[in-house]
């Protein structure tokens, strides 16, 4: 059963953008925690960001502090992530996530993944 | 920030024999503490949280401890389809890091 389902990825050229999209039906995005999570080709898991249910405060990690912006849409329940100034580096399949939490914990849920390319 | 190590890197288990799995962190982070596994082309899946509760239809062969800066994963009698990569993730502090994972194989 597929609880997240994530959409947007694609090719990009260096300097570029692209907003991934995460929607569920069965979570209600604007009482949970969500966050994003990246897998480079190859390597492990790397946190991105974070957005709180309730309080819709945000954590961000320092590699992409001032070019990902994460946000959502509560009227369409969606989850986005608006990647700028995007590098080789970023290139990695991008997972959803729910948090246990409002506050916190582990990810109990998790999408398929998109994958986000990045060309040099 | 709190950094994960996993040991070992990688483990070969013949199916049927027991696995331990290590993870330390740099700094306390209480039991705030998951596992999660991973095979070739899934998406990660929770197998244990606060350290030592198993996740929603998580079999009993898979077991958690530790707390503070060591931990240890546990997977008694593998199974053919426990062979994957499994990583522990610390959401005591900001950033929320992962370990580097340790690949269990069959041997």
């Known amino acids: 059963e597929v609880l997240l389902v994530e959409s947007g990825g694609g090719l990009v050229q260096a300097g570029g953008s692209l907003r991934l999209s995460c929607t569920s039906s069965a979570f209600t995005f604007n009482s949970n925690a969500m966050g994003w999570v990246r897998q480079a080709p190859g390597k492990g898991l790397d946190w991105v960001s974070v957005?709180?249910?309730?309080?819709?405060?945000?954590e961000y990690a320092d590699s992409v502090k001032g070019r990902f912006t994460i946000s959502r849409d509560n009227s369409k329940n969606t989850l986005f992530l608006q990647m700028n100034s995007l590098r080789a580096e970023d290139t990695a399949v991008y997972y959803c996530?729910?948090?246990?939490?409002?506050?916190?914990?582990?990810?109990?849920?998790w999408g398929r993944g998109t994958l986000v390319t990045v060309s040099s | 920030e709190r950094v994960m190590t996993q040991s070992p890197a990688t483990l070969s288990v013949s199916p049927g024999e027991s696995a331990a799995l290590s993870c330390r962190a740099s700094?306390?982070?209480?039991?705030?503490l998951a596992w999660y596994q991973q095979k070739p082309g899934q998406a990660p899946r929770l197998l244990i949280y606060?350290?030592?509760t198993r996740a929603t239809g998580i079999p009993a062969r898979f077991s958690g401890s530790g707390s503070g800066t060591e931990f240890t994963l546990t997977i008694s009698s593998l199974q053919s389809e426990d062979f994957g990569v499994y990583y522990c993730q610390q959401y005591n502090n900001w950033p929320l890091t992962f370990g580097g994972g340790t690949k269990v194989d069959i041997k």
């Open positions: 957005l709180g249910g309730r309080d819709g405060s945000t």
């Open positions: 606060y350290a030592s």
């Open positions: 700094q306390s982070v209480k039991n705030n």
């Open positions: 996530a729910k948090r246990r939490h409002d506050n916190g914990g582990d990810f109990d849920s």
